[in-house]
């Protein structure tokens, strides 16, 4: 009887581990869309915008774009950024099962990365409401210098963060997926945020006007929810 009772507290203890990966990557893949969302909000400007300043990081519909867009992204951002963190959460718990220690350390890079992503986010929901309160005075000189220093002075973090979030946890799941230690099919390693973004670039290349900022400026987003889809997969 107690190997039976084993047996069954096994399996419940098994159920109940799958349901829980089940519900957070559904979480994660919610979590994604709804940073695609707030992406969209932030960087939809169409085909007449120009890059302004010598590093052209200033956008020149940024005059005209309504301070709400900015507010709203900032706010589906500070819900999106957690939950799509889930979906990833979930797929390392797969993982797991058969290398902990590598679980665990993605979990925390990914984790970090995440953190930073809400940084980035918010940065950048900043910066048109900067110039916008600057331009408000005529003084383009001033408010290209403002928003150029406060991109320098962030700058190793943004990358270095953003590299933790979209570029090392792609490539530590496309080398997992293609040996085999995710048991996923191997068409798989395009669905991460660091493959779907560089689709996202190519389609703007184009220079096609309908790919000018979608789906580039929401490629990420969308690959983030993907870390979901493959939690349910397995």
């Not at 096994?10 to 829980?20: A, C, L």
């Not at 519909?61 to 500070?78: C, P, Y």
């Not at 703007?204 to 870390?227: E, N």
Request: aromatic share 8%; proline share 3%.
């Amino acid at each position: 009887m107690e190997g039976f009772a084993d047996k069954a507290c096994r399996e419940i203890e098994e159920k109940g581990s799958g349901i829980v990966e089940q519900i957070l990557a559904i979480i994660g893949i919610i979590g994604g869309l709804l940073c695609a969302v707030a992406d969209l909000l932030l960087d939809i400007k169409g085909a007449d915008n120009v890059k302004l300043g010598k590093t052209k990081v200033i956008d020149s519909k940024w005059a005209e774009m309504s301070h709400g867009r900015f507010v709203w992204s900032g706010i589906l951002a500070m819900f999106a950024v957690p939950m799509y963190s889930c979906g990833f959460v979930a797929l390392m718990m797969q993982l797991y099962k058969t290398n902990e220690k590598l679980s665990i350390g993605m979990i925390i890079i990914f984790l970090c990365g995440a953190m930073g992503g809400f940084m980035i986010h918010t940065f950048l929901c900043m910066q048109p409401t900067i110039y916008q309160k600057i331009m408000a005075r005529n003084d383009a000189e001033l408010a290209e210098d403002v928003i150029e220093s406060i991109f320098r002075q962030i700058y190793v973090p943004f990358f270095t963060l953003y590299s933790m979030l979209v570029i090392i946890p792609a490539i530590v799941v496309m080398v997992l997926i293609g040996m085999k230690i995710l048991p996923l099919p191997m068409w798989c390693m395009i669905l991460n945020p660091l493959v779907i973004q560089i689709i996202g670039l190519l389609f703007r290349a184009t220079k096609r006007k309908i790919f000018i900022d979608a789906p580039s400026c929401c490629a990420a987003s969308i690959g983030l929810a993907m870390y979901g889809v493959l939690a349910l997969m397995m």
